[in-house]
């Protein structure tokens, strides 16, 4: 059964970069047909996309986040990651990934838990 | 890219039905038929429940269907129970390798 699970430090100081890591477990990370995506929800908000990384390392972002997000992907250990650049208050949310079918790019199944990041100093 | 609108809140009886609406634009909703559901309890990590605007995964009770007009996509649950009580959430590709999502409805069982 394919798990997803997220990683990371909890709290981030403002003006620093938010690190998380997915660790994809019951399934290759390179299987065709899917991406790797991270979604983000504020405390008591909405769900907003933040992108999608193929295995191959291609990526697509959301555009109001472009300039500050890095995903990343290591086939090796089974895993990818984000990078958020100079976050704020407002970056403080549970961060999820998720795999997505390629076909879709939008129909996220199944998710991680999802990680609480607190962006505070 | 703007979020797709959706109900603050939704209610109903056991029992009833009840429809929760999605809007968009021509360019995600009414474009392409990759609109998605997501059912998320409090506390829970999202879950799908449907995708490409009608299918259900499986073991997703038949209880839950959606559907599409236009610009508005909707998903029905029939059939209320106390367990559908939570938070959904719609999600559309938006072309050009963007997604986009609803801003959610909380339903209440009553």
């Known amino acids: 059964q394919l798990q997803l699970q997220e990683s990371g430090p909890g709290l981030v100081k403002p003006s620093e970069t938010l690190s998380l890591t997915c660790t994809v477990s019951?399934?290759?990370?390179?299987?065709?047909?899917?991406?790797w995506g991270w979604i983000r929800q504020p405390p008591g908000k909405g769900l907003e996309w933040i992108g999608n990384?193929?295995?191959?390392?291609?990526?697509y972002y959301n555009p109001s986040l472009k300039s500050r997000v890095t995903v990343s992907v290591d086939t090796s250990k089974n895993q990818f990651s984000l990078k958020l650049s100079s976050v704020t208050a407002a970056d403080t949310a549970i961060y999820y990934c998720?795999?997505?079918?390629?076909?879709?790019?939008?129909?996220?199944?199944?998710w991680g838990q999802g990680t609480l990041v607190t962006a505070s100093s | 890219q703007s979020a797709l609108t959706q109900p603050p809140s939704a209610s109903g009886s056991p029992g009833q039905s009840v429809t929760i609406s999605c809007t968009g634009t021509?360019?995600?909703?009414?474009?392409?038929?990759?609109v998605s559901w997501y059912q998320q309890h409090a506390g829970k990590a999202p879950k799908l429940i449907i995708y490409?605007?009608?299918k259900r995964p499986s073991g997703v009770p038949d209880r839950f269907s959606g559907s599409k007009s236009g610009n508005t996509a909707s998903l029905t649950v029939s059939g209320l129970q106390a367990e559908d009580e939570a938070d959904y959430y719609c999600?559309?590709?938006?072309?050009?390798?963007?997604?986009?999502f609803g801003g959610g409805t909380k339903l209440t069982v009553l």
């Open positions: 021509s360019s995600d909703v009414g474009r392409y038929n990759y």
């Open positions: 490409e605007v009608t």
């Open positions: 990384i193929l295995y191959s390392g291609v990526t």
């Open positions: 019951g399934d290759s990370i390179t299987r065709n047909g899917y991406y």
């Open positions: 999600s559309s590709y938006a072309g050009s390798n963007n997604v986009v």
């Open positions: 998720a795999r997505v079918v390629a076909t879709a790019f939008s129909w996220f199944d199944p």
